[in-house]
């Protein structure tokens, strides 16, 4: 494997009765902060818990953090800090119990840094996990993984049904975490105001296959919305660049997935006037992209 990558995943299928992950590529270089988008229901927890061994491919190759998966799968989640939404954590006992639990059986268990995280979260130790809110039960995962200092952060829908102010908590401290430049994350969100704020890598997954995977940058500088005047008779060319163009008459809106000169040139040749080409948010590009992908599947 390539020693750059955290993650990487070759040809991943696995077939359910009513959903298949078809051919999932998806590389986390290390030290990275991967977000992972899609709707719900698009293959996302799938795809994770096949890459923790969880759940056994049918097809494909899967590497984490060096180990071959399933084959190192106990290896590699000595490794991996998962934290999911719905994660279990024992209701009658208390969260201190839980710390004792895991720093017995993981040496890098930090307990400095569990305490730390323990007053940043507003979280008492000898509450029992059956108390908690569900935006403490989320904390109180979220230290258990952290505290152990893990190379690989699978985070799946972390933040999801939290407060606001929980929600912010939890970002803050993710953003500290991800400070550390030895240690991956791969960030699972139907959320993308949360991945653009955080991730510095994005893929795009819908009904199991991959749609785009790029830096985030890059993938935030390519995109353009373009408002446009077209007089009549003038007809727009077919570009491989347009995911999109809504309106009629004069006035049309043109939504390119890589603007650049040639798309400009290719306009103006036919006749357009380009009266403003606007940026895209994260959550404009994820729309857009899926959209499209769907309208292409069933034309």
């Known amino acids: 494997m390539d020693q750059t990558l955290a993650v990487r995943m070759r040809g991943v ?8 992950l078809d051919g999932m590529d998806l590389s986390v270089r290390q030290g990275s902060i991967m977000g992972f988008l899609g709707a719900n229901g698009a293959g996302k927890s799938t795809t994770l818990r096949i890459l923790m061994g969880l759940v056994l491919a049918d097809a494909g190759d899967v590497c984490v953090l ?40 993981y040496p890098r268990w930090d307990q400095a840094y569990a305490e730390r995280l323990l007053r940043r979260f507003d979280l008492r130790p000898a509450q029992q996990i059956k108390g908690m809110s569900h935006g403490q039960r989320v904390k ?21 049904a939290l407060d606001p102010v929980a929600r912010h908590e939890v970002l803050a401290t993710l953003m500290e975490v991800m400070g550390d430049e030895e240690r991956s994350v791969l960030f699972s969100s139907h959320n993308t105001h ?12 819908d009904r199991g296959r991959l749609l785009e995977t790029d830096d985030k ?13 077209v007089p009549a008779g003038v007809t727009l060319p077919r570009l491989p660049s347009v995911v999109a163009l809504q309106g009629h008459g004069r006035a049309q809106v043109l939504t390119s997935s890589d ?20 940026t895209m948010s994260l959550e404009e590009i994820f729309v857009s992209t899926v959209m499209h992908r769907r309208e292409e599947t069933t034309a």
């Not at 949360?194 to 997954?205: F, G, L, P, R």
């Not at 353009?224 to 005047?229: F, Y």
Request: aromatic share 8%; hydrophobic share 45%; proline share 4%.
């Open 13 to 20: 299928c696995k077939r359910y009765p009513h959903f298949t």
């Open 66 to 105: 060096g180990h071959e998966i399933p084959a190192g799968g106990a290896l590699a989640r000595q490794e991996i800090g998962f934290v999911s939404e719905d994660l279990r954590l024992y209701g009658r006992a208390t969260l201190q119990w839980h710390m004792g639990f895991v720093a017995s059986f």
């Open 140 to 160: 109180a995962a979220l230290l258990l993984v952290l505290a152990r200092h893990p190379r690989l952060l699978v985070l799946d829908e972390p933040t999801s």
């Open 194 to 205: 949360e991945v653009e704020q955080i991730a510095d890598a994005v893929t795009i997954i």
């Open 217 to 229: 940058e890059s993938c935030l500088d390519r995109w353009r919305r373009l408002r446009l005047e």
């Open 259 to 278: 603007f650049g000169a040639e798309l400009t040139a290719a306009l103006q040749a036919a006749g357009a006037r380009i009266h403003a080409v606007e």
